[in-house]
């Protein structure tokens, strides 16, 4: 029988951390998203603004927060739920230009994804949630997030407000892609907005990653 000596053992050890770790993809998305849960009724979190109810589905955005997408602008984040559960986070960039770049980013984090026949779309299972990256006209691409437990239970009707980006536009007061405090809907005192780096919290598997709010 070989004996190993101490270098044998080094070298091996060495080897083996070199290894990539192929089953530990990022996966912060499976338990929720940026500071909430899925499943988690948003609107009894402080900084949550509900903009809209349509059949059954409630929108929110979070007053708190602020996102930025390195290479992709500063997204406007939209929270969905059924029940008072959340279901869906949907990101809106203005800005299509950047759908393949950022296509191939997530087939780095969650392998091959499935297309539509045109190419607008694709999506990928990571585990209990199913991303979705679409381009949408004029010009504009959305990047959502589904939560499948709950959405599995809404209804065709409710299934059908999946809204597109610009109709997710059209719920914020005033038309504004980062809104600063709506008259009456920030509570008071609130502590300084957190920034969330999308791509690196998606990367890492973060729950909160600081950005610079002031670009």
Known sequence: MAVLTRSMVMVALVVLLAIPCFGASPKAITKGFATVAWGEDVGKRQGFMKLRTTDGIDYFV????????KGYGKPTVFYGEAGGRLY???LRLGDA????????????????????????QESWKVGPVRVKLKKEAPGGMKLSFYYQPVAATLSASQLAQDLTADELARLLPSGEAQMTDPAGA???KQAEYVGIDVLKYLRQGSKLLKVDIRK
């Open 62 to 69: 979070n007053l708190r927060e602020r996102y930025d997408m």
């Open 88 to 90: 869906a986070v949907h």
């Open 97 to 120: 230009a950047g759908f393949d770049s950022l296509a191939a980013e997530l087939r780095r984090l969650y392998g091959k994804g499935k297309k539509d026949e045109g190419g607008s």
């Open 186 to 188: 920030m509570p008071g």
